[in-house]
């Protein structure tokens, strides 16, 4: 009987550990199509932002505090493309055995630049609020002073945040920055990120309900105003084409991700003695690869939807092509 016994034992032995070779197995494969993809979103990121910028300071009918203000996330989206991502593909391939002090700064910018990113998009739905309702008095409002106080604006909330982290104060529930996969702050450790996760979300939502209540503003607006009124003003009924695209995208690309930290919030309450003991990797599975993809390639989909949308920059680009062309030939 003894025998039977250690036979069964073995073969549950064997049997888990060949289950935890498969999740083992299906995590490395998710972690490289991550970076794969991540590596992608970065190369798109950087190329289509730099042109942009380039193409926006070299414009001068794009100086205008619309396209100012957009200049400012295209900014915001060339350095995730340039610093963020690529840290976080190392961090992916290398499973985090880089020094701390990388993934606090990984953990910093990333926290930083796509908060950032989202203040911005509040910034870009106030703006074309005040031109769609005043759009006679819009242009002569748009100064230096102005454009200084929204870049304040726009960095000084995402800084507070990122910093909180990096104080030591997590026993206060103020975060820290962590390895789960890439470096972030997570509810997977509840009580050490329990209060700067409530700043995080009460910060996403109060700014993806601005945009939203600014936009509806915007459509009623636009509806009573006549063409006429509208085309008045300057070229007001096109920027708000481009703007509400891209700050559109923001929403949906941070709308999941609110989402599932509610879910994971409520799993931390309900749970907390699992919060403890759960591995880094059990949040890596198909959802949180989809959910993590769409926010990183907000920093893509931007520069994209601003080329596309912006005659001044379609023009250039065919002008540019065309002349390429012309020199081949010749």
């Known amino acids: 009987m003894t025998e039977d016994y250690l036979t069964k034992l073995q073969g549950i032995n064997t049997t888990f550990s060949s289950t935890q070779l498969i999740q083992q197995s299906n995590i490395e494969v998710i972690i490289i199509i991550l970076a794969a993809i991540s590596g992608i979103i970065g190369f798109i990121a ?109 960095w000084s909330i995402p800084i507070v945040i990122a910093t909180l982290p990096l104080l030591g104060l997590q026993k206060y529930g103020l975060g820290k920055y962590r390895y789960i996969d890439f470096c972030a702050i997570s509810f997977i450790f509840y009580d050490e990120n329990c209060i700067v996760y409530w700043i995080l979300n009460i910060f996403v939502v109060a700014c993806i309900v601005i945009i939203l209540c600014c936009y509806s503003a915007i459509f009623y607006t636009a509806y009573r105003k006549t063409t006429q009124e509208l085309t008045r003003g300057g070229n007001i009924k096109m920027s708000i084409r481009t703007t509400s695209l891209i700050v559109g995208t923001n929403f949906v690309c941070w709308l999941p991700l609110l989402i599932i930290n509610c879910q994971m919030y409520l799993n931390a309450v309900h749970s907390p003695s699992e919060t403890t003991t759960i591995s880094p990797h059990a949040k890596t599975d198909t959802t949180t690869v989809v959910i993590v993809t769409i926010l990183f390639s907000n920093a893509a989909i931007n520069p994209v939807i601003y080329m596309l949308t912006n005659s001044h920059i379609k023009k250039r680009i065919l002008f540019l092509f065309r002349n390429n062309q012309v020199h081949n030939i010749s």
């Open 46 to 154: 950087v190329f289509g932002n730099l042109s942009n910028i380039i193409f926006i300071w070299r414009i001068s009918a794009l100086h205008n505090l619309n396209n100012l203000i957009i200049l400012n996330l295209s900014f915001v989206d060339f350095l995730n493309g340039l610093i963020v991502l690529p840290m976080i593909i190392v961090i992916f391939l290398t499973k985090g055995k880089l020094p701390y002090s990388a993934c606090l700064f990984q953990g910093f910018m990333l926290t930083l630049l796509y908060t950032a990113s989202l203040m911005t998009s509040t910034a870009i739905a106030f703006d074309r609020l005040h031109a769609i309702m005043y759009p006679f008095r819009y242009h002569s409002d748009a100064t230096v002073q102005k454009l200084t106080i929204i870049l304040i604006c726009v």
